[in-house]
């Protein structure tokens, strides 16, 4: 089993992405430069955080242009697994293999703080491993990510089960207060119609050991390794 | 020719950073003003002399890349060659 980290100019945790990956899951994993036209024969992609291209324009919009992103789209249509992370998230919707946008945070400011989260999904290779009623904590650490959809996607999002992560409490209820950017109803990370690209602000791959505040983010990597374990 | 394109948050989106500058110029004094958006100002050259093919070229580039049409409007702003 392979993975690929995509990297473009301006990516700051695709190495993080890479250690939870290589490291701590053991799953044999590759960095894939963006100017490549071909991600080669990878089980799964990894679209990591941090400020392609600067954030100019807006986040994730020039990165979108990038050649490998082509290879990302067909590998979507086929039904590959991609999980986009904090910028990697900004990148899948401008490059419109999600749906919805992001704006500023509602307090205009940069937000870097554990965050906990509910799954309301769990049909997706990301998901799969992560336990019933369990209240995820994971780090987010961006300026926009303050998600947006209006009032039809979101209730298709919805109907189509698309949303699959909420920030909540500590006791998994999903409030005003739990919320750390104005995201319309607290919505973290969503999926595309299939479930097969997951987009998410929080980070996992920051939480893969105790040591770094928590080993949450490890459910959604397991996720990964025993759906394609249960597929060979 | 030049060609500028002004970016904005569509109407039905909130705009913090409008937001927060019309609560500043609050605070200092302006009782007057009643609402503030913030949005881009792009400007582009374009190698042609028409307008109609600097405006088509314009909105490709705005549809394509420049603005966010889920929640941008743009508009384009082409000079007035007639006189």
């Known amino acids: 089993m392979t993975f690929g980290v995509l990297v473009f100019p301006g990516s700051n945790c695709d190495h993080d992405a890479y250690h939870a990956l290589k490291h701590i899951h053991g799953i044999n994993t590759s960095f894939i430069w963006h100017k490549e036209s071909e991600i080669g024969n990878v089980d799964g992609v990894i679209i990591p955080g941090g400020f392609s291209y600067g954030d100019y324009l807006r986040s994730g919009a020039i990165a979108r242009f990038s050649p490998v992103m082509n ?18 998230f900004q990148i899948l919707l401008e490059a419109r293999l999600l749906p919805g946008t992001m704006m500023a945070n509602e307090q205009l400011r940069f937000t870097c703080k554990f965050v906990n989260l509910v799954c309301q999904n769990r049909d997706t290779p990301f998901t799969s491993s992560i336990p019933d009623e369990m209240v995820l904590r994971i780090p987010v650490a961006h300026g926009e990510g303050n998600y947006y959809a209006d009032s039809e996607l979101l209730k298709k999002l919805e109907d189509a089960n698309q949303v699959v992560f909420r920030y909540c409490d500590a006791d998994g209820n999903i409030t ?36 770094l505040g928590s080993d949450h983010g490890r459910y959604l990597f397991d996720s990964t390794l025993s759906r394609i374990i249960t597929a060979l | 020719m030049q060609v500028d394109i002004v ?17 500043a110029l609050e605070n200092l004094g302006f009782r007057n003003i009643s609402s503030v958006r ?39 702003r082409i000079p007035d060659t007639s006189s």
């Open chain 2, 38 to 76: 913030i949005g881009k100002f792009i400007q582009i050259d374009i190698d042609t002399d028409n307008p109609e093919e600097a405006r088509e070229i314009a909105t490709e580039a705005c549809e394509k890349l420049l603005a966010n049409t889920v929640m941008e409007n743009y508009e384009i």
């Open chain 2, 7 to 23: 970016i904005t948050l569509r109407e039905s989106i909130l705009d913090p950073k409008g937001k927060a500058s019309h609560h």
């Open chain 1, 71 to 88: 290879a990302v789209a067909r590998f979507a249509e086929k039904g590959g697994p991609i999980l986009g992370i904090c910028n990697g």
């Open chain 1, 176 to 211: 005003p207060e739990a919320n750390p950017n104005g995201s319309v109803g607290n919505i973290a990370g969503i999926c595309n119609e299939k479930g097969n690209v997951v987009g998410m602000m929080p980070h996992p791959e920051r939480a893969v050991e105790p040591g």
